[in-house]
Structure formats: structure tokens, C-alpha cells
């Protein structure tokens, strides 16, 4: 699978908007963006993924840049609740039944 | 909302010992994975299996491991002879299809500790 490269933490203020990179570079056309989180003592969440344009849904908005190389989670207000390791993911057809996890980031939510 | 569960949430185990890890995945997913993290580590593939058979699996799930799903509902995971560092979160997840923007729902995992 290709590699992805995200911040080990970052910080966000709660109602805030927060902005979650990921670097892709290696990503091949077939290859679909995916992103969940890990709640402390959860199992992984699904939150979003896409190919070329970017996505919403009630969770959250995907950003794709338009060379694919890289991507950008936005949770447009971040509560308490949101704290949480963020992974992202690509999910190539050469492995397609599985997901391989990285380090992911920390995500902090400050009242 | 359909969710993943798995059961116990917590196993203690001696070393030596066979354990087997419960999941019950959604109802309308044809593939089932397993997945393990180790304290403080990454989240690591086990095993996926569709149509009653392995599709893959990692250089982890030896043969002191296997899956099976004996009924309509259930997917189990079993560890033959425990070992300490089995001592992980085990983390069952089901999807509707292989496909890559097929999304995998987890379960919330069962903690085995291996005494």
C-alpha cells in the first residue's frame, strides 16, 4: 500500500473548525482516501473517504487536492467528543480487503 | 445505526491456553476481518474472509490462529495455545463488499490478557 504521512498531534479549540493533513505522494490513480479515528479505548470509526472530489458528510468534510498527493479532514467544530487518534488511509485494489493503519494523529480538543 | 459486536469485552487467559474471541458483524456484509493492537502500538491486520475461506491474512496469524463462521451470524477468532505477548486489543470489523471505497465497520473490541 502507498505510504501516507500525517503530524503526530495537533491542537484545536472546541467549536473551532480543524484542519487534519494528510501527505500522499506515492498515491496511485486507483488508490481511495480514507479516514477514521480511534476514540481512547474504542475500536477504529469510519469518518469519511473519496477518490478525486472532495466529500461531506454528517461527520465531516474531505479535501482532496487536485494532484491527489495530498488530502485535509476538516471537522468544521470540534466538541470534546472529537478527540481522537486520526488515521489516514489509502486503500489501494492491490489490498483491497484490508486497511493498513499508521500512526495517525492526535487529535486534542481544548475547552 | 448497525453495528459491529463482539464478545467478551474483557478475557483473561494463562498462557497455554485456547481462547476464542466472539463477533456478530452486520448483517448484510459478505466480508469479515480481524485486527489486533498491541498496547500503546499500531492497529495490525490479522485476517480477512469472505465466501467461508481466508482472502488474506499477515505473516501475525500463524497457526496457532484461525476464524471461522459456524452459523448465519457469528465470526470467531481462535488462538490455540496463548502466548504473553497475544495480550492485545482484538478488533473484529465486517464490510459489504472488497471493494477499495468499501468502508469497514469496527466492534469495540475484546482486551485478552495472557497471564
Known amino acids: 500500500d502507498a505510504k501516507t504521512t500525517q503530524p503526530n498531534s495537533m491542537e484545536s479549540n472546541e467549536e473551532e473548525p480543524v484542519h487534519l493533513p494528510c501527505n500522499h505522494s506515492t498515491i496511485s490513480g486507483t488508490d481511495y482516501i480514507h479516514w477514521y479515528r480511534q476514540l481512547p479505548s474504542q475500536g477504529p470509526e469510519y469518518v469519511i473517504h473519496g477518490l478525486t472530489s472532495n466529500v461531506n458528510n454528517r461527520m465531516a468534510s474531505l479535501a482532496i487536492a487536485e494532484d491527489r498527493k495530498s488530502s485535509t479532514l476538516i471537522l468544521h467544530r470540534a466538541t470534546l467528543r472529537d478527540a481522537a487518534v486520526y488515521y489516514c488511509?489509502?486503500?489501494?485494489?492491490?489490498?483491497?480487503?484490508?486497511?493498513?493503519f499508521g500512526s495517525g494523529t492526535q487529535l486534542t480538543v481544548l475547552p | 445505526e448497525p453495528e459491529v459486536t463482539q464478545t467478551p469485552s474483557h478475557q483473561v487467559t494463562q498462557m497455554g491456553q485456547e481462547v476464542i474471541l466472539r463477533c456478530v458483524p452486520i448483517s448484510n456484509h459478505l466480508y469479515f476481518y480481524w485486527y489486533r493492537q498491541i498496547l500503546g502500538q499500531k492497529v495490525e491486520f490479522l485476517v480477512s474472509f469472505y465466501n467461508n475461506e481466508i482472502s488474506e491474512k499477515s505473516e501475525i496469524f500463524d497457526d496457532q490462529f484461525s476464524v471461522e463462521r459456524p452459523d448465519g451470524s457469528n465470526f470467531t477468532l481462535k488462538i490455540r495455545s496463548t502466548k504473553l505477548e497475544d495480550s492485545a486489543m482484538y478488533f473484529c470489523?465486517?464490510?459489504?463488499?472488497?471493494?477499495?471505497?468499501?468502508?469497514?465497520?469496527f466492534g469495540n473490541g475484546t482486551r485478552l490478557t495472557v497471564t
Open positions: 488511509i489509502l486503500k489501494s485494489s492491490g489490498s483491497a480487503r484490508q486497511l493498513t
Open positions: 470489523a465486517s464490510s459489504v463488499n472488497g471493494l477499495t471505497n468499501s468502508p469497514l465497520h
